[in-house]
């Protein structure tokens, strides 16, 4: 009885639409994104790197049967002081829905890098990104990887994906593309 009456309180919100939920994403949410599959996920996709945010269209990677997802990651210093990273718990909420498979260690960010939103030309965040990442302990065992799905929380310009991405294709691991929660209108 007391645990029925403190979960009206201490359920926790859907991050979508901040609705009451005992799930991580909440029912409707995951239906509306089920909903979206397309039947050709490719119409979309005009780049090099397709970008996927689920607030601004519907999620055409759900066709690909075997997707790696690989979170973007932070340096060991940034997820000390901050205790988790972001994309990691976007990407693990997107496989559990999914079932596609986390690489959560695909990637390592071995170079500390400045703040993002403290740049403002593209070319000191290219500066600031380059020969950031490497391969991480998940992927440095070799073996066939299959296609790669990126997750981010947040695009802005791409360049953090962009240099991520490259990284995996010069290993000649296919990228799909991007997925992220939020896109900014960054000039």
């Not at 205790?83 to 990637?107: P, V």
């Amino acid at each position: 009885m007391l645990d029925k009456f403190l979960s009206l309180f201490l359920q926790s919100n859907c991050p979508l639409c901040k609705r009451s939920t005992n799930e991580i994403v909440c029912l409707n949410c995951q239906n509306q994104l089920k909903n979206c599959q397309l039947n050709n996920p490719c119409q979309f996709w005009h780049s090099k790197l397709p970008l996927f945010v689920w607030w601004l269209n519907c999620s055409p990677y759900k066709q690909t049967k075997k997707i790696t997802v690989i979170p973007i990651p932070l340096h060991a210093k940034k997820l000390q002081a901050r205790g988790f990273n972001q994309a990691e718990l976007i990407a693990r909420s997107f496989c559990r829905i999914t079932n596609y498979s986390l690489q959560a260690q695909g990637l390592e960010r071995v170079k500390e890098t400045q703040a993002m939103f403290s740049l403002n030309s593209l070319d000191d965040r290219k500066n600031n990104l380059r020969d950031a990442f490497v391969l991480g302990k998940g992927l440095k065992k070799g073996g066939s990887v299959s296609p790669v799905l990126l997750i981010d929380d947040i695009y802005t310009t791409g360049t953090t994906v962009n240099e991520a991405a490259k990284l995996l294709r010069d290993r000649n691991i296919l990228v799909l593309g991007v997925g992220a929660i939020a896109k900014t209108n960054f000039k």
